[in-house]
């Protein structure tokens, strides 16, 4: 099995600067994707940045240019840099990653999720 440890979040004031991380470990698996997704209240999860293992990303238009995502695959951890954060970068954060781990029946493909970390903005 594949499990994800989160950290990093926390309170910032409006123009502030934070960093999450979330490490990915457990035993005969390959990581395909690791990205880095938001719930704000009320609202669904929706996608912040992602990273796929030929090193191309994506990221949702409203963290275009404030935020950088990056992985480490000797480590199988993925960081997502924020900066110039505003009120409604205001949510949880969870991590998720994709790919595949060795089950007893041969390769199968996996998701899964943190557990999240909040990120609160004060304006």
């Known amino acids: 099995q594949v499990q994800l440890v989160e950290s990093g979040g926390g309170l910032v004031q409006a123009g502030g600067s934070l960093r999450l991380s979330c490490a990915a470990s457990?035993?005969?698996?390959?990581?395909?994707?690791m990205g880095w997704y938001r719930q704000p209240p009320g609202k669904q999860r929706e996608l912040v940045a992602r990273?796929?293992?030929?090193?191309?990303?994506d990221y949702a238009a409203s963290v275009k240019g404030r935020c950088t995502i990056s992985r480490d695959n000797a480590k199988n951890t993925v960081t997502l840099q924020m900066n110039s954060l505003k009120p409604e970068d205001t949510s949880v954060y969870y991590c998720?990653?994709?790919?595949?781990?060795?089950?007893?029946?041969?390769?199968?493909?996996?998701?899964?999720w943190g557990q999240g970390t909040q990120v609160t903005v004060s304006s």
């Open positions: 998720n990653v994709n790919g595949r781990f060795r089950s007893p029946t041969g390769w199968r493909g996996y998701g899964i």
């Open positions: 457990g035993t005969m698996f390959s990581i395909n994707t």
């Open positions: 990273i796929i293992s030929g090193g191309s990303e």
